[in-house]
Structure formats: structure tokens, C-alpha cells
């Protein structure tokens, strides 16, 4: 029986999962390389998760689970890593989340991504963007990027997370890291304060509503390096997103800004690896030339994805030609390409070439 929190610590560790989901009335369930797996153990109860979690939380928490019936939180085990716990109420009981984050931070090259993200590390100043959707290993990269940072500039870098996943230690780079809700309020009000500190580089864990929007591309446009997720599926989409969370009176200011600001995006899928096992990124990357910043100023997104394709030299790719490039590897099958394929048609020709 899992009782405490030391035991899910070695389950992970043993069964090299990313992913456990303690549900009433069930056994377990692990993710082990993106798929899940139940594991052999009796039904959870609802008050086995009540024992081994509430007693981690403090009374505001607690409050908070009551009211909201939510609570997204994390807690670390020296030397093993840490959870990325959410907890909540279903059913009238308490089933939880818990991603698990190992304690040492993967390099970029490690995990596999494109030599262009190292780049978008090395800029100093801007706004680079690291989106896909759930579960596609954005904090990852990110906390990848501020360690390459880490190891070498000589940085003020503060974070804004919830919760704080990865934990950085002091190299090059002095590292702070306020956890919304415990240390700042929100990140918007993070934000707003924090161009105050003196950073040279603020990763916004989620940029969630038009206020941190806003906050971000200020801080951007007034000298910092600005690191940020959205949940969006490629580089035209997270430049429309970006401008639609605006008035419509306010867009034609924020194309410039953004036209200005934005110096990367690169969009995540990942997909189970046929050579090495574990996961492998594909990445859709976009690099703002001057004829991209001026399709974003001018509104003409519809033109990005042809640019994107033809930049090949400056390290752009579109999501379709990274997912081929897998398969013609032997880490992606052809299945999977297709079922994931932003432009079957076009997959098909990349397939086929």
C-alpha cells in the first residue's frame, strides 16, 4: 500500500514515470514515456490521499482546497527531485496529480531540442516563447534555457512560478524564484513589481490573462529578457493569441510592440521514441526576421508559415518538417506523424521525399 510520500518518490524513480494519478476507488496509475500504465496495488481510498497529502499543506492551503475545492502545490525530496502535486476534490473525496520533477535539470542538448534554443538562451534582452499543449515539457525546457544562462552569464534572473517546479542553485547567474500565491499574489502583480529588482531575465511560468500579457511585453520592451509559456500549437498561433487577448482598439499598438519585443518561439509536441525509449521533442521554430516583424505589425500572420518554412538556414522549421525529420530517424513512426500533423497533405509529401 502507498502511505507516504517517500514511496511515491521511489515509485517514480523505479518505474521511470513522469506522471502519477491517485483516484478513489482505483489503483494507481503511472505515465511512463507518455503512455499510462495502472500499476498492481488495492483501490485507492479517498481518505489515503486525505493522510498522505493534507498534512503537507498549511492552514491557508487548506482554506483554499475547502473553498475552491482546488489547490495546485509542489514539494521536494533533497537529492531526488520534486512533485508538482494538484490536488482536488472529486466525488466528495480527494484524488491528486502528482508530475514529478527530477532534481537535476536536463541540459538542452539532453533533452534533444534544437541547437536554435541555445540561441534564444544567449539573447539579452527580449521575449521568447516556449508553448505547446499539456504535458509537452515546457517548464522543462525553460528550466533547461535558465540553466544554460546559469552556467554562463553572469545574470539576476528571478522567476515567477505555480508552483516552483525545477530548484536552481547559485552559478554564474544570481536565481530567485517567487511561487504565486506563497510569495507574490499573482503574476501580474509579480510582474509589476519585479522590473523594480533589477532582473536581467524573468520567466513568466504562464502568461493566463491580458494583465500579465501586458506586464510581460513591458518588461520586454524596456530592456529584459522576458522567458514565457502559452498553451498554443504553433508560432502563428501564439502570435494571434498573444494579440486577441487585447481590445480591438488596443491590437494595432500591440502588433507593434510584440513585432518589436518577440525574439523566439519555439512550439513543443513530444512523442513516444522508437530507438531510445522515453520521449522525444519535435519543435516548431520561429525566428523574427524583419519580414516576420513586419507581417506581425502589419497583420499579415497568414504569411508566418510560409516564411517560417523557408527559414531553414536561420534554424526555423515548422512543427510538420520537425516530426519528419523524427521519422526519417526512426524515432517517430510514420502513424504518429500523420495522426499528429498540423497539414496532413503536406506530411504526406515529407513522408514521402
Known amino acids: 500500500m502507498l502511505k507516504t510520500l517517500d514511496e511515491l518518490f521511489e515509485l517514480v524513480i523505479e518505474r521511470k514515470a513522469s506522471d502519477i494519478i491517485l ?8 505515465w511512463v514515456a507518455g503512455e499510462m500504465q495502472t500499476i ?16 503537507l499543506l498549511n492552514d491557508e492551503e487548506k482554506a483554499v482546497l475547502a473553498e475552491t475545492g482546488d489547490l495546485d ?21 480527494l484524488s491528486a496529480a502528482l508530475r514529478f520533477v527530477p532534481d537535476r535539470i536536463p541540459t538542452l542538448e539532453n533533452l534533444n531540442l534544437p ?35 546559469n552556467r554562463n552569464f553572469a545574470y539576476h534572473i528571478i522567476t515567477l512560478e505555480d508552483p516552483i517546479e525545477y530548484a536552481f542553485s547559485h552559478q554564474k547567474s544570481l536565481i530567485e524564484q517567487r511561487e504565486i500565491g506563497k510569495d507574490a499574489r499573482s503574476f501580474s502583480s509579480a510582474l509589476r513589481h519585479v522590473v523594480r529588482q533589477r532582473p536581467d531575465v524573468i520567466l513568466v511560468g504562464e502568461m493566463r490573462d491580458l494583465e500579465t500579457v501586458a506586464a510581460a511585453l513591458t518588461a520586454a520592451e524596456i530592456g529584459h529578457m522576458v522567458l514565457a509559456t502559452l498553451h498554443t500549437s504553433s508560432a502563428v498561433q501564439t502570435v494571434d ?34 530507438l531510445e525509449g522515453g520521449l522525444i521533442p519535435a519543435v516548431e521554430i520561429l525566428v523574427p526576421t ?15 508559415s510560409g516564411m517560417l518554412e523557408m527559414g531553414r538556414s536561420l534554424g526555423m522549421q515548422s512543427m510538420d518538417m520537425s516530426i519528419s525529420t523524427l521519422v526519417a530517424e526512426g524515432r517517430v513512426t510514420p502513424e504518429q506523424a500523420m ?3 498540423h497539414d496532413p497533405e503536406k506530411m504526406k509529401r515529407l513522408l514521402a521525399a
Open 290 to 304: 524583419p519580414a516576420i516583424r513586419r507581417a506581425v505589425r502589419d497583420n499579415e500572420t497568414h504569411l508566418l
Open 339 to 341: 495522426a499528429n500533423a
Open 115 to 149: 541547437p536554435r534554443l541555445s540561441e534564444f538562451a544567449k539573447l539579452p534582452r527580449g521575449m521568447v516563447l516556449v508553448t505547446g499543449g499539456a504535458a509537452t515539457g515546457k517548464s522543462t525546457t525553460l528550466a533547461a534555457m535558465i540553466d544554460f544562462m
Open 241 to 274: 493569441r498573444i494579440i486577441d487577448a487585447f481590445p480591438g482598439s488596443q491590437q494595432a499598438q500591440v502588433r507593434i510592440q510584440l513585432s518589436a519585443v518577440l525574439t523566439g518561439v519555439a512550439c513543443q509536441m513530444l512523442f513516444p521514441d522508437q
Open 23 to 30: 483516484l478513489a476507488d482505483s489503483a494507481p496509475a503511472i
Open 40 to 55: 498492481e496495488h488495492e483501490p485507492i481510498q479517498p481518505e489515503h490521499v486525505d493522510a498522505m497529502l493534507t498534512p
Open 73 to 93: 502545490f509542489s514539494v521536494g525530496k533533497p537529492d531526488v527531485g520534486r512533485f508538482r502535486i494538484n490536488l482536488h476534490k472529486q466525488r466528495g473525496g
